[in-house]
């Protein structure tokens, strides 16, 4: 396996987008998922566009955004997690702000190839470029995988959960610990998303009802409202931070 950037084969967009993805896809019907487009990410972080290559072609991706954190308006993590980290790096264009930190946004392994540790090798590689970029940390807003499966557990509760040998119970946020990786916070309001009843069946082909719904992907409720035709849907992540 060797691992390219954005930057140097931009030619491999395509394919290194339809590798698929992990679950959840629908966030990025949300304005800050709309954000980072490929157009976006060859624009402006080419280099945080990471493709693991073997000689039949990509095998996964890694995508990261730099941004400035901490920073004197930047002091702690936001609640907002995910959401917050696009703004603050799109933000951190716009305005020529120098950044200081990488923050990764998805890890994502072709499905043929999923189970075999590819995971923990995509990170090493962001942290090896936030490295060579001179920026000073690795942060992630973490989506646990398992979550999926207890959708109505509260994050606090899940994320707490540990092994017999100390690790931490969910495999996503132990791939992270394992990497030296520490918990900072959950962040309650990662990512959210709002839409008619309509757009959610485009989103998940799920009709949705009245009340808390739960849909693949999800890793926490849709709430919908079928009086307003409106559902929107608050998912919390777990913020850690990588040492350098």
Partial sequence: M??????????????????????????????????????????????????????????????????????PDRAELPDHGWDQAIEWAAQDVMDGRAPNALCALEVVIAPHLRGRGLSA?????????????????????????????????????????RREDGLLADRWLRTHERLGARVVKVCPFAVTLAGSLADWRDWTGVKLQEGENFIPGGIAPVHASTAHDTATYVEPNVWMEHPM
């Fill in 121 to 161: 090798p995509m990170l090493e590689a962001l942290k090896a470029r936030a490295a060579e970029a001179g920026l000073r940390k690795l942060i992630v807003s973490v989506r646990p995988i398992g979550k999926e499966a207890e959708p109505a557990v509260p994050m606090p509760e899940y994320a707490a959960r």
């Fill in 2 to 71: 060797r691992v390219v950037d954005l930057a140097s084969r931009p030619d491999l967009l395509d394919a290194a987008l339809d590798l698929g993805d992990v679950g959840g896809q629908f966030i990025y019907q949300g304005a800050s998922g709309r954000m980072i487009t490929g157009d976006r990410f060859l624009r402006h972080w080419a280099r945080y566009f990471l493709i693991a290559l073997d000689d039949d072609g990509p095998m996964a991706r890694a995508l990261s955004v730099p941004l400035a954190f901490p920073a």
